[in-house]
């Protein structure tokens, strides 16, 4: 069955780098988009960008400048990594894979960050 | 971006009872929508895509609905374990947005 697990650090040292990976089954990263949403403590949803199933990428323009996402098609794993934390960045960071028609049909389990020193 | 306003921010209702949330698109966004329920602790799980069609598994007492810019979700008969935020989403354009949630609680 579709599956989706993140995993990383719950704790980052502020201006440091945060690195997230998503290891899927059930599925393959080359057939399916990928989407990185974070979601902080009681608040809502906030899109942070996709991997593409060709290969590309696009990213929310707030976070362009701290934000790369990239791939190991042969871990079936998806990677994010975002630069220069702050205590904003503290929640709750979820991927998931997007449906046919485009909506989010699976998420991970999600992985808590704290950004503090 | 496509705004997505969220209506209401809370709400409490009663076990049997019918409840429905809003949503509204700062345009028309084809049907392109989808909501999730999320309880707490976990992570969001799709109810309804493309408006008003179920996702596989979840119950008949949720439908959604609408066109254009307005959508609902209404959940009919409603029971212990619908208690949860509940959140719509754009996916008709780049960047898919989301509204801010409705928290729905028991009476």
């Known amino acids: 069955q579709v599956q989706l697990m993140e995993s990383g650090p719950g704790l980052v040292q502020p201006s440091e780098t945060l690195s997230l990976t998503c290891t899927v089954s059930g599925f393959s990263l080359t057939s399916y988009n990928v989407h990185w949403v974070r979601q902080p403590p009681g608040k809502g949803l906030e899109w942070m960008g996709v991997?593409?199933?060709?290969?590309?990428?696009d990213y929310n323009s707030a976070l362009k400048s701290r934000l790369s996402i990239s791939r190991d098609t042969s871990k079936n794993q998806v990677f994010l990594k975002m630069n220069s934390l702050q205590s904003e960045d503290t929640t709750t960071y979820y991927c998931a894979r997007e449906g046919i028609v485009g909506d989010f049909d699976y998420w991970g389990q999600g992985v808590m960050v704290t950004v503090s020193s | 971006d496509i705004q997505m306003t969220q209506s209401p921010a809370s709400l409490s209702a009663s076990l049997g009872e019918t409840v429905t949330i809003e949503c509204r698109a700062s345009?028309?966004?084809?049907?392109?929508l989808a909501w999730y329920q999320q309880k707490p602790g976990k992570s969001p799980q799709l109810l309804i895509y493309?408006?008003?069609s179920l996702h596989t598994g979840v119950p008949s007492r949720f439908s959604g609905s609408g066109s254009g810019t307005q959508y609902s979700l209404k959940i009919n008969s409603l029971q212990s374990e619908d208690v949860a935020s509940y959140f719509c989403?754009?996916?008709?354009?780049?960047?898919?947005?989301f509204g801010a949630g409705t928290k729905l609680e028991l009476k």
């Open positions: 345009e028309d966004i084809y049907n392109g």
């Open positions: 493309n408006a008003n």
């Open positions: 991997m593409w199933s060709g290969g590309s990428t």
């Open positions: 989403q754009q996916y008709y354009d780049y960047p898919p947005t």
